[in-house]
């Protein structure tokens, strides 16, 4: 199932907008982490593409 998922950054407040896929209840999204080096504080919206 594709989504594209909004991820907002709970440190800096940076946004990132990307395409995804849920898989067997996993997002899968690629993303790293934010331009600040945060790994773990993050606020995270998915919607059906
Ligand atoms: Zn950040």
Redesign the pocket.
């Known amino acids: 199932m594709r989504v594209k998922v909004t991820i907002t ?1 709970k ?4 946004r990132f907008v990307l395409r995804g896929r849920r898989e067997r209840g996993k997002l899968e999204t690629g993303f790293k982490q ?5 790994t773990k504080l993050f606020e995270i919206e998915e919607e059906p593409v």
């Open positions: 950054c440190n800096c407040g940076e934010c331009l600040c080096n945060n």
